[in-house]
């Protein structure tokens, strides 16, 4: 297995390799790099596509707390490892989160931005004592069917839950906490976005329960050189997974557009 021993982390990876651009794509909350299949799938043949396992998912293990600053230099080290200078950053929900960080971090790194069902905002207050009492939950008691169910279906919604549920019940039930920990206490970095410059476009669900529609509408807004806002019908949290059609061919013109 793929591992780059990176920013202090052991990290595990995938590389298409080739010649073309590289593209970087960072998964969201509970999810790792497979679901971002149908995206390499598509753009391997034209595109350089690294895909990882973020601090506490897959095979890269949480060593302690970490913010999504911390997982923006792990991707920019990732990077480095693999002798890539600039590369597409490529983000569904907390990815996003690491991908807008990594841009103001290293801006020159950063070939252009692709947002999926993400925003710069911290989490809704109206909605972290749900999320806590659902964290708390699953490290008392493991992810039972019910309540791996629920989340799968505000990150997935449409789409097949089966294979993600597996993953989290053969995790140890502590796995959860310190990702959790990091979600939760982001900070809000609008107030920063105007600051980076990148090519960018957003994706978002029009069913995406977990991150309201208008938070991409501020990215649209806000992100000086935000081209698209892709809006999909139908789509949940995770619109990359349920609806590949509709990300991979606005995606794939963006990077030819920016190569």
């Not at 960072?26 to 596509?49: K, N, P, W």
């Not at 019940?169 to 980076?196: H, Y």
Request: with cysteine; net charge negative.
């Amino acid at each position: 297995m793929p591992f780059a021993d990176v920013n202090g982390q052991h990290i595990y990876f995938e590389d298409s390799g080739g010649a073309g651009p590289a593209v970087l794509f960072s998964h969201g909350f509970l999810m790792d790099h497979e679901m971002f299949a149908a995206q390499v799938a598509e753009l391997a043949e034209e595109f350089r596509c690294i895909t990882w396992d973020e601090r506490g998912f897959g095979a890269t293990e949480a060593t302690g707390s970490f913010t999504y600053w911390d997982s923006a230099d792990d991707a920019l080290a990732l990077l480095s490892f693999l002798g890539v200078e600039r590369a597409f950053f490529v983000g569904m929900s907390q990815g996003g989160f690491l991908s807008l960080r990594a841009a103001l971090r290293a801006p020159e790194r950063v070939l252009g931005l692709a947002l999926i069902d993400s925003q710069a905002g911290g989490e809704d207050p109206a909605v972290l004592p749900l999320y806590q009492a659902m964290s708390d939950d699953w490290v008392a008691n493991g992810a039972s069917p019910e309540l791996a169910d629920t989340i799968a279906g505000i990150i997935l919604g449409p789409a097949e839950h089966g294979s993600w549920i597996a993953k989290w019940q053969a995790k140890p039930k502590e796995f959860i906490a310190l990702p959790f920990d990091a979600l939760a206490g982001r900070e809000d970095i609008s107030d920063r976005l105007g600051q980076i410059t990148a090519p960018a476009i957003v994706f978002h669900g029009e069913a995406d329960v977990a991150i309201a529609m208008e938070k991409a509408e501020q990215l649209q807004k806000e992100l000086p050189g935000c081209e698209e806002l892709v809006r999909i019908p139908g789509a949940g949290h995770a619109s990359n997974v349920s609806h590949p059609a509709e990300v991979n061919g606005p995606l794939l013109d963006f990077l030819r557009k920016h190569r």
